[in-house]
């Protein structure tokens, strides 16, 4: 059975021999866990690296949006990875490269070294990410694909969910600097168990890298983040903003048309001939839009606006942690026996309902409030993420599977990093288009700090609701879908 992907129940690697399943998902659950738990644990630290490093929020997060950005950038290359070389020593290789960039930021002195170990970083989850999932969707039969994703969307969606909360713990007790310390010990087990424990399960060929696209990829998504980016400190109307978005969406054009022209493009576009998969995949991107973006922003309102300690800010989102982390094994097992459609349009209702209940905040709007709603959107979330993603996997032949787990994730990445972007930018151009002007604050400072107080909340709204507009959008794809089983018969 080498060179085929193996569904029984005594599975065997590319080179014909026996391995156990069970201990190869473990290995790599508890890799990804930690790669992917770094992902968010800075949002509940970005008050505290604000004052560390006296830069602003808009910079910091640069910290989220350019770890995201690089994931979006290396997961095309690592569909040629996937081809060539052995999954074991790329998954290996990959835990490598993410533990340098946790050194790095470990021993960061400045923010510019500490943004260059988050995209190291970035890096190394672009590979682990993909691998894991091309390695989770080929080992396991169609009928049990569904479970299996949802095991995969517990690591993919629980590891984030918690990090704020994990951060806040940390920051109560330590410096900001034992959030990477604290990953380490667990990346250097992750590499020694993987050593013994992990196999060659994908047929590899040779695959030549177009590095023309790579370039084209990297300048156009990273001209229009930096152009999003940049909205809070200038405006629309300021040319480094529109010129650098109108240089990103060329440049993106002209990626998209080479890819469509060579025979071996960085991003296999064919599989968007699948309706299906077309529409589950930006059904997923604009949820991620949603999503990664409020997440941020809802660690720095508990803690600029309402005073809240990091450990609070963080407790705050644990209910909605531990929601995802439960419902997403049991939406995989929902998914395989009732299809997705129905459960993505809940999802994206419940998603949409409370995201927009968060516009109309206040200073004083009751904690209890802000923990159900997110709780809610959290299940709202779990019922979306990996039953969509499995329908669009589900829509491709065999062959296209991994081209189709690259094209997925880099979507989402991309389009997550851009829409955090836009929402910490609304947040801040808006908070400073309602400040008051330094002759209150001279006149009256009792006035100029409730004004500003004001001000800042009035940014989160607009930021609230730029998150509950992306959420709407979604749920009316989210009707779009076909109604079918989730297993391939």
């Not at 943004?115 to 890096?123: E, K, N, P, T, V």
């Not at 025979?263 to 699948?274: A, C, D, M, T």
């Not at 979507?411 to 851009?418: G, Y």
């Not at 940014?459 to 609701?465: D, I, M, P």
């Given at each position: 059975?080498?060179?085929?992907?193996?569904?029984?129940?005594?599975?065997?690697?590319?080179?014909?021999?026996?391995?156990?399943?069970?201990?190869?998902?473990?290995?790599?659950?508890?890799?990804?866990?930690?790669?992917f738990?770094?992902?968010?644990?800075?949002?509940?630290?970005?008050?505290?690296?604000?004052?560390?490093?006296s830069?602003?929020?808009n910079?910091?997060?640069?910290?989220?949006?350019?770890?995201?950005?690089?994931?979006?950038?290396?997961?095309?290359?690592?569909?040629?990875?996937?081809?060539?070389?052995?999954?074991?020593?790329?998954?290996?290789?990959?835990?490598?490269?993410?533990?340098?960039?946790?050194?790095?930021?470990?021993?960061?002195?400045?923010?510019?070294?500490?943004?260059?170990?988050?995209?190291?970083?970035?890096?190394g989850?672009?590979?682990?990410?993909p691998?894991?999932?091309t390695?989770?969707?080929?080992?396991?039969?169609p009928?049990?694909?569904?479970?299996?994703?949802?095991?995969?969307?517990?690591?993919?969606?629980?590891a984030?969910?918690?990090?704020?909360?994990?951060?806040?713990?940390?920051?109560?007790?330590?410096s900001?600097r034992?959030?990477?310390?604290?990953?380490?010990?667990?990346?250097?087990?992750?590499?020694?168990?993987?050593?013994?424990?992990?196999?060659k399960?994908?047929?590899?060929?040779?695959?030549?890298?177009?590095?023309?696209?790579?370039?084209?990829?990297?300048?156009?998504?990273?001209?229009?983040?930096f152009?999003?980016?940049?909205?809070?400190?200038?405006?629309?109307?300021?040319?480094i903003?529109?010129?650098?978005?109108?240089?990103g969406?060329?440049v993106?054009?002209?990626f998209?048309w080479?890819?469509?022209k060579?025979?071996?493009?960085?991003?296999?576009?064919?599989?968007?001939?699948?309706?299906?998969?077309?529409?589950?995949?930006?059904?997923?991107a604009?949820?991620?839009?949603?999503?990664?973006?409020?997440t941020?922003?809802?660690?720095?309102?508990?803690?600029?606006?309402?005073?809240?300690?990091p450990l609070?800010?963080?407790?705050?989102?644990?209910?909605?942690?531990?929601?995802?982390?439960?419902?997403n094994?049991?939406t995989g097992?929902?998914?395989?026996?009732?299809?997705?459609?129905?459960?993505?349009?809940a999802?994206?209702?419940?998603?949409?309902?409370?995201?927009?209940?968060?516009?109309?905040?206040?200073?004083?709007?009751?904690v209890?409030?802000?923990?159900?709603?997110?709780?809610?959107?959290?299940?709202?979330?779990?019922?979306?993420?990996?039953?969509?993603?499995?329908t669009?996997?589900?829509?491709?032949?065999?062959?296209?599977i991994?081209?189709?787990?690259?094209?997925?994730?880099?979507?989402?990445?991309?389009?997550?990093?851009?829409?955090?972007?836009?929402l910490?930018?609304?947040?801040s151009?808006?908070?400073?288009?309602?400040?008051?002007?330094?002759?209150?604050?001279?006149?009256t400072?009792?006035l100029?700090?409730?004004?500003?107080?004001?001000a800042?909340?009035v940014?989160?709204?607009?930021?609230?609701a730029?998150?509950?507009s992306?959420?709407?959008?979604?749920?009316?794809?989210?009707?779009f879908?076909?109604?079918?089983?989730?297993?391939?018969?």
């Amino acid at each position: 059975m080498a060179g085929n992907i193996d569904t029984s129940n005594h599975p065997v690697d590319q080179l014909g021999r026996p391995y156990n399943r069970l201990i190869l998902v473990f290995t790599m659950l508890v890799g990804t866990f930690s790669t992917f738990l770094t992902s968010t644990m800075l949002t509940t630290a970005f008050p505290t690296l604000m004052r560390s490093f006296s830069i602003s929020a808009n910079t910091v997060q640069w910290l989220t949006t350019g770890f995201m950005l690089m994931m979006g950038i290396v997961i095309p290359i690592t569909g040629f990875f996937l081809q060539r070389f052995d999954s074991r020593k790329l998954y290996l290789s990959a835990i490598f490269i993410f533990s340098i960039g946790t050194l790095l930021c470990f021993f960061a002195k400045d923010f510019w070294e500490i943004l260059a170990g988050r995209l190291i970083q970035g890096a190394g989850v672009g590979i682990t990410a993909p691998v894991y999932q091309t390695i989770m969707t080929s080992i396991f039969p169609p009928s049990k694909r569904g479970a299996a994703m949802g095991t995969a969307g517990m690591v993919i969606g629980l590891a984030p969910a918690i990090g704020p909360t994990l951060a806040g713990w940390i920051l109560m007790h330590y410096s900001w600097r034992m959030l990477f310390l604290a990953i380490l010990p667990i990346l250097l087990i992750v590499l020694v168990m993987g050593w013994f424990t992990l196999r060659k399960v994908l047929p590899t060929k040779k695959a030549p890298i177009d590095w023309l696209s790579v370039l084209l990829s990297m300048v156009g998504f990273g001209s229009m983040l930096f152009a999003f980016s940049s909205v809070g400190d200038y405006q629309w109307t300021d040319p480094i903003v529109y010129v650098t978005l109108t240089i990103g969406v060329i440049v993106v054009a002209l990626f998209i048309w080479r890819s469509m022209k060579i025979s071996n493009p960085l991003l296999q576009f064919k599989v968007f001939k699948q309706r299906e998969f077309s529409l589950s995949a930006a059904l997923v991107a604009v949820s991620f839009m949603s999503m990664n973006g409020f997440t941020l922003i809802l660690p720095l309102y508990l803690q600029t606006i309402r005073g809240e300690t990091p450990l609070a800010s963080g407790l705050t989102l644990l209910p909605g942690a531990i929601v995802i982390g439960l419902m997403n094994p049991v939406t995989g097992r929902i998914f395989d026996q009732m299809g997705g459609r129905n459960m993505a349009i809940a999802g994206m209702f419940l998603l949409t309902v409370t995201t927009g209940s968060f516009i109309p905040i206040t200073a004083t709007t009751p904690v209890i409030d802000i923990v159900c709603l997110y709780t809610i959107r959290m299940l709202g979330i779990s019922m979306v993420m990996m039953p969509v993603t499995t329908t669009g996997m589900n829509a491709l032949p065999l062959n296209l599977i991994s081209d189709g787990t690259v094209v997925n994730n880099t979507a989402r990445q991309v389009f997550a990093s851009m829409g955090t972007a836009i929402l910490v930018s609304v947040m801040s151009n808006v908070t400073k288009n309602h400040l008051p002007n330094g002759e209150v604050a001279k006149a009256t400072p009792i006035l100029f700090r409730k004004l500003a107080l004001h001000a800042n909340v009035v940014g989160f709204r607009y930021a609230f609701a730029i998150a509950a507009s992306f959420a709407f959008i979604g749920l009316i794809m989210a009707f779009f879908l076909k109604e079918h089983k989730g297993a391939v018969k």
